[in-house]
């Protein structure tokens, strides 16, 4: 038994089309910001653990090589996988925090600024948008009681 209705409307609930702020310059700088740093890390760290997957599966002697009494190769490239990861996400956490969430903060700013000024009326020429409906009215009708 399907109980969705058959012509659901598309898009989010609010009414909102978001493909002109995905087409703004101001989000694909933010998205090329984020690009840029994410996918050479990614790559980067992809690599990284292939290359100690390979060496760990072909190069068993290498591999088994004493560092320091009891420590072999393959042990302390194990513990450099983990303290890689927090590396980058440490290092991720401070880039994001000095480039993507100003650039963020700003656009998400603009866009509520937007939306207040398309809920409130504001701006010559301006009708309410009839899904309105803080008080279960239409919008634009005044309570006359």
């Not at 002109?20 to 998205?31: M, P, W």
């Not at 990284?48 to 599966?57: K, R």
């Amino acid at each position: 038994m399907d109980t969705a209705p058959e012509h659901a409307p598309s898009g989010p609930p609010d009414g909102r089309d978001y493909t002109d702020v995905q087409n703004s310059a101001e989000f694909g700088e933010l998205r090329s910001r984020y690009r840029t740093f994410v996918f050479p890390l990614t790559v980067a760290f992809i690599v990284w653990y292939l290359l100690y997957v390979l060496l760990s599966n072909y190069a068993g002697g290498f591999m088994g090589t004493k560092v320091a009494g009891n420590l072999n190769v393959a042990f302390v490239l194990g513990l450099a996988q983990f303290v890689t990861t927090f590396l980058i996400a440490w290092w991720y956490s401070r880039f994001a925090a000095a480039k993507l969430d100003p650039k963020a903060h700003a656009l998400k700013t603009r866009l509520e600024a937007e939306d207040l000024s398309r809920t409130t009326g504001a701006g010559i020429g301006h009708q309410a948008d009839p899904r309105d409906e803080d008080k279960g009215e239409l919008a634009g009708q005044e309570d006359d009681a």
